[in-house]
């Protein structure tokens, strides 16, 4: 709040009053076009409540009416879509305020969707709009100011400050707030020059945390939105709203809302420290479990485990974190797993020697480009994740990517001419942390590993004349997207669960490990393939609705386990029920849940059929996410493997050589993938080839001419 | 510090007191709008652990209100709870976002709310009730303020 804000060139501008929300719904979108600066509204219609909810549905359908069949990712036409959902911006009910971004991404070329805490898209509908649909491509870097309270939109010159999220985002707050209050209701949008240099740019949401006087920034990380967000030439977009209030969504119900929400908040309250810790060491609590249970991605996913995992543990994290303070992502959320660290000294880059907050490190961050990449230096996990927010990158295809880079040195695909001198030996996070700056600046070898792995494997096939088997079997992409952080090699169903996805290898669609790998609660291909239908659409309704999954399942009632299904934790799936008919006056029962995201999963893969892909050969994943590629990583397990081919293959495991013994593991497993997707595909109601039947169209209700006309090119 | 004190042995479960709270606060009578609420059950929070006293037992009834602890400002996201001069734990209405963090996490149940508000309210020991007591089971007393004041 330092000076008054210095006039910028006003491209475009539109008035308008925002409307009441009304039971979750402020009932228009916003159309912002950056080629023509058309600036509109558009009516949120019956069929995009009922079928689509909000979120991530909303995206899906306003980006299906923007593009065309062959839209690339960097045409003008393609969209960027952020919206939060009918449930979105409730205070009462920990995990109500996500945002769920849609675009075409530059990595898979199909959709993408990726969540987002921070307060842009509750503050978005208080300011009268329920998603943003920018399209088209600017000129000139712009930026893109929703002012609620003042009923104007304006597209204008972007300031002259540099677009590193860090230096942009303080410079907005400064100079959009007159007064403190101001910066209670101001959120915005930015990436960086990472993501301008890269494929693998992400968008950084602000939220200002009342409590520490501080900036902050949630990311949606997956599927390089960011790269299309500075292809258009958006510097920021910002939303300023009128005050926040406990009932600024009008819920139908309020009184449902409050009770399931103090509910939860006790629950939290009393269990959380028993449980996961989540208010103290947020998913960082993770990191030791995986280690011990043998699936904490280490050295490119070859191992699940390592001796070092204690040095970057939630322990660890608890220490560096900051204790005793509410550390949600929007009000009200007291599982509070936004953790920051403060006075973090940065070592190096453009920010050397400043003390920072850093806003992690999560779980997925800290075995990324942590235990992946053989990195077990809190120090340098903190310095990868402040400069991947600055510059706009997402911290899981970092990891990944750095992960396959090392690897392929180690095996000899790169050596240090073919990387401009930097060293790729796993732990060496010195060279991690100068690609990442490489990036930032869009120079050196940080130029190729911004391709992603699918277009690396390309160019080290192409360059470097690598055996294109072996990168295929050892590049942790799907789809062309970057892994999560789960080693899922001994777990079928969660190959499933990252394979059959609609946009890529993340596991915000299934989380089967456990399930599958350690209670063997899922025997058959019947039983697997009813948890990659259910927990899948279970789990895309949070992205419908404005929620996050944390409060679902990284908490659970204390008697839980005596429930009939505990891995559905049933009290929370009613939780859920109340909050959404309490919000939107629509009754609904825990089927009906189901029913929705049904319809929308089914929308996402007809849409990725519509641009060339989404069919069964799509599904397919790297051997490595399946079994042990190599002989070292085969001998890690052997015990293991031997068991599998002695018990299930009928093979005597002490007359055969390593090599014969991966390669007839490699045969079964990979069968078992195939065989895995026949079951999958059949409980979806899909063909054999992936595609949503018309009937399935029909029962789903989402038989739009447009729809039916995509899929009986294959049928 | 003055806070509310509530003697067991004195309190005839008349309920005036709840009366007077909502009187006082709401403008209506209405037990569900008090912010002190008495347990005939002997099984109601222990509201007054500083005092050492409003503890039920058996055969006793119980108050539930606020104590001061200060418990509930470490979990408010706006801090629109805080400690006033006087060591009142008070809610700064404007700055609420409704969140009721406070409710669950309130070690003694005893910060409420009701439908028909979104901020939540609590006792802030404005001492209306002891006046209404006519067993004088409720007091305001002085006591020292808490070791640690958040």
């Avoid at chain 1, 939060?84 to 305020?97: E, F, L, M, N, V």
Wanted: hydrophobic share 35%; aromatic share 10%; charged share 25%.
């Amino acid at each position: 709040m330092s000076e008054k804000t210095t006039p910028r060139r006003i491209l475009a501008e539109y008035t308008y009053q925002a409307p009441p929300v009304e039971r979750g719904y402020a009932g228009q979108t916003l159309y912002v076009n950056l080629s023509d600066h058309t600036i509109n509204a558009r009516p949120v219609t019956g069929v995009m409540k009922d079928k689509f909810i909000g979120g991530r549905g909303f995206g899906l359908w306003l980006l299906w009416h923007g593009v065309k069949d062959d839209t690339q990712w960097n045409d003008p036409e393609n969209e960027i879509v952020i919206s939060s959902g009918p449930c979105g911006g409730i205070t009462q009910y920990p995990g109500s305020g996500k945002s769920l971004v849609v675009s075409i991404s530059p990595l898979t070329n199909v959709v993408i969707d990726s969540n987002v805490g921070g307060h842009f898209g509750p503050l978005l509908k208080f300011a009268g709009w329920d998603a943003i649909e920018v399209q088209g491509k600017a000129d000139e870097d712009v930026i893109v100011v929703i002012d609620g309270p003042a009923g104007r939109i304006t597209i204008e010159e972007a300031p002259d400050v540099p677009v590193d999220t860090y230096l942009l985002g303080h410079w907005l707050i400064e100079h959009m707030a007159e007064k403190e209050e101001d910066l209670y209701f101001i959120s915005s949008v930015s990436a960086g020059p990472g993501a301008e240099h890269t494929r693998i740019g992400c968008l950084n949401f602000s939220l200002y945390d009342r409590r520490r006087k501080a900036l902050r920034f949630k990311q949606a990380g997956r599927g390089g939105i960011g790269t299309v967000f500075r292809d258009k030439r958006v510097k920021a977009l910002v939303v300023k709203s009128g005050p926040v209030r406990g009932d600024s969504n009008h819920p139908a119900d309020g009184e449902r809302i409050t009770r399931v929400g103090a509910k939860l908040h006790k629950e939290i309250h009393d269990y959380d420290d028993k449980q996961c810790r989540m208010r103290r060491r947020g998913t960082a609590y993770l990191v030791q479990i995986m280690n011990d249970y043998d699936l904490l991605p280490v050295h490119n996913f070859r191992f699940g485990s390592h001796v070092d995992t204690p040095k970057i543990n939630g322990d660890v994290w608890e220490q560096r974190f900051t204790q005793g303070l509410p550390d949600g992502c929007w009000y009200g959320c007291t599982l509070g797993c936004s953790h920051t660290v403060e006075g973090y000294t940065l070592r190096t880059g453009p920010h050397q020697g400043q003390q920072v907050l850093v806003d992690g490190p999560e779980y997925e961050t800290i075995a990324g480009v942590g235990s992946n990449c053989g990195i077990f230096d809190p120090e340098a996990i903190m310095e990868i994740n402040f400069y991947c927010d600055a510059y706009g990158i997402d911290t899981i295809s970092f990891g990944t990517g750095t992960a396959f880079l090392m690897e392929c040195y180690e095996a000899g695909v790169l050596d240090r001419q073919k990387t401009g001198g930097l060293d790729f030996r796993f732990g060496n996070a010195g060279a991690a942390i100068q690609l990442l700056h490489q990036m930032g600046r869009g120079e050196g070898f940080g130029q190729i590993a911004g391709l992603g792995i699918r277009r690396m494997k390309e160019y080290f096939v192409r360059e470097f004349g690598a055996d294109p088997q072996f990168l295929q079997d050892i590049g942790m992409e799907a789809k062309g997207l970057e892994y999560s952080e789960y080693v899922p090699k001994e777990s079928l169903a969660q190959q499933g669960g990252y394979g059959l996805t609609n946009k890529g290898p993340q596991h915000d669609e299934a989380w089967l490990i456990f399930m599958d790998q350690v209670s063997n609660l899922l025997p058959t291909f019947e039983a697997k393939a009813e948890a990659l239908h259910y927990f899948p659409m279970w789990r895309t309704w949070f992205g419908l609705c404005g929620f996050c999954k944390l409060p679902w399942n990284d908490i659970v009632p204390p008697d839980n386990a005596q429930t009939a299904e505990p891995a559905k934790i049933p009290e929370h799936v009613q939780n859920y029920v109340e909050l959404f008919s309490g919000v939107t006056g629509r009754e609904i029962t825990k089927e009906d849940i189901i029913a929705m995201s049904e319809g929308v999963y089914n929308f996402q893969r007809v849409f990725n059929i519509r641009l060339g892909y989404g069919r069964r050969d799509h599904d397919d994943i790297p051997y490595r996410s399946m079994g042990p590629v190599t002989v070292e990583e085969y001998e890690s397990r052997a015990d293991r493997y031997d068991k599998q081919l002695r018990e299930t293959l009928g093979l005597d495991p002490a007359r055969m050589s390593t090599q014969d013994k991966v390669a007839a593991l490699r045969k079964y497993r990979e069968e078992q993938y195939e065989k895995l997707k026949d079951a999958v595909y059949a409980r979806r109601g899909w063909t054999n080839d992936a595609v949503p039947t018309v009937e399935t169209l029909q029962r789903l209700g989402i038989d739009f001419p447009e729809v039916v006309a995509v899929v009986q090119r294959y049928l | 510090m003055k806070v509310l004190s509530f003697d067991p042995e004195l309190c005839v479960g008349c309920h005036i007191c709840e009366e007077t709270c909502s009187d006082t606060w709401f403008k209506v009578t209405d037990p569900a709008k008090s912010s002190i609420r008495i347990h005939d059950d002997g099984e109601g929070s222990s509201p007054s652990p500083i005092l050492g006293r409003g503890v039920g037992g058996e055969g006793l009834l119980s108050a539930a209100f606020c104590n001061q602890c200060g418990a509930c400002i470490a979990v408010c996201p706006t801090a629109a709870l805080y400690r006033d001069k006087n060591g009142i734990v008070r809610i700064r209405k404007k700055q609420c976002v409704g969140c009721l963090s406070c409710v669950g996490f309130c070690p003694y149940l005893v910060m409420f709310y009701h439908p028909d508000q979104v901020e939540p309210f609590k006792c802030i020991a404005c001492g209306k009730c002891a006046d209404d007591c006519p067993a004088d089971a409720l007091a305001i007393v002085e006591v020292e303020a808490p070791a640690s004041p958040q």
